[in-house]
């Protein structure tokens, strides 16, 4: 059982791994669909950001960050009650369930509790609610989440049961993010569906903090947070306090850069110390900012020019193809080694999140990490650059390099150009 422990992360499943080329088949047969139909639910700009967010989140877990597989060992050593057994298959049944009703209680707490939530947010910035949206995943809920799923430790559950049922639970939880699927009937009263999770990410006060089930809304049901799709709103997507921004750094780290600025802004000492374990809408009177209520239906969504954003898309495409890569030759890559990945990763998408927002200059600046980077694995090693992750990343660097500079000689050749000459190109 210590070695079973040992091994028990929450989002460590390989089931998970797998499931993600599955993912990304589903996302691009959604967009399809919704095209064909002439309802898209999808922004370059935000599912970028969506797709950012969830390869990113990957390297924590790969990085084994946290403090919750020792304390996981020191219950199953010393605590565990060994209540359920590997061999009896109603053990599954049980985990299962357990799992779900621990979630919902996780779940719930990181939407009542700001510093719970801090880390949660994440997946409620995105304001299109689509198969992309699903991916949109914290870094930092190694954090918190494990304390939840304690009990089921101490009562005994297998770790290999546990990781199996929660890698089941994170996977079931993908395909109720979409739009094209309606009403279904009696599942609603039994299950998370497509209609009844939508109302959980939905920021209008009529729907705010509901639905917080991952497979069955029978707990929610049970513990009095149900609510149902009224006919009459129509559901707007995001958090009440908007990111406005696609980097995925500031998803990551907004809520928490608020409540460290509330807390050095407030002057009441007991203000400063409720900000960290107050209700999620919560802040000191001192802090509080009037806003526009137009902008609650207002996406943020800034004008950039073509070059952008086909630009944007390819490095999309590289942060699949090369976070996608890392996860399937991970054993073969030192812990160092993993962190430069990550660096990387989160880097060249922060940037180019900037670039999404209209900031141009930030192409001059992809291109010299893009350098850098290669210098890094030519000349110091940094990667082992006989793998197929990092002759992918190289390829990505290689051809930020070589797209710029064409974007950059193209300008510059417009530029010389007689201004009615310009107005053809």
Known sequence: ?????????????????????????????????GRFVGKDTYRLNDTFTSISLGMISRYPTMLNLGVQSLIFVYIGKYLNVGLLSMKNPLTWIIAFLLYDLSYYWMHRMHHEIKILWATHSVHHHGEDYNL???????????????????PMIILGVPGEVFVTVAGINLVYQFWVHTEHIGHLGFLEKIFITPMNHGIHHAKNKEYIDANYGGVFIIWDRMFGTYTARLEDVTPVYGTVSALKSFNPI????????????????????????????????????????????????????????????VFSFFQMLFTIIVSGSVLFFLAQFSYNEIIAFAVSITLL???????????????????????????????????????????????QFFVNIFVV????????????MPLKDRRVL
């Not at 998970?16 to 959604?30: C, S």
């Not at 239906?297 to 952008?308: G, N, Q, R």
């Not at 500079?405 to 010389?416: D, I, R, T, V």
């Open 1 to 33: 059982m210590l070695e079973e422990t040992a091994a028990i992360v929450t989002d460590k499943s390989s089931i998970i791994t797998f499931a993600v080329p599955v993912f990304f088949l589903m996302i691009i047969i959604e967009y399809c669909y």
């Open 132 to 150: 992309a949206t699903a991916l949109r995943q914290t870094s930092t809920g190694w954090l918190w989440k494990w304390i939840f799923y304690m």
């Open 250 to 309: 500031w998803a990551n780290t907004q809520v928490y850069t608020n409540m460290i600025k509330d807390t050095i802004k407030t002057k009441k000492l007991s203000d400063k110390i409720k900000i960290w374990y107050s209700r999620t809408y919560w802040r000191p009177e001192d802090c509080i900012e009037e806003k526009d209520p137009k902008e609650f239906y207002i996406k943020y969504d800034p004008i950039i020019t073509s070059d952008i954003k």
């Open 349 to 395: 998408s922060s940037l180019t999140a900037t670039l999404l927002q209209g900031k141009r200059y930030m192409y001059a600046v992809i291109v010299g990490f893009s350098i850098l980077g290669i210098f890094g694995i030519e000349f110091f090693g940094i990667l082992n650059s006989t793998l197929l992750p990092t002759q992918l990343l190289m390829s």
């Open 405 to 416: 500079g064409m974007l950059y000689l193209y300008q510059g050749y417009k530029n010389l």
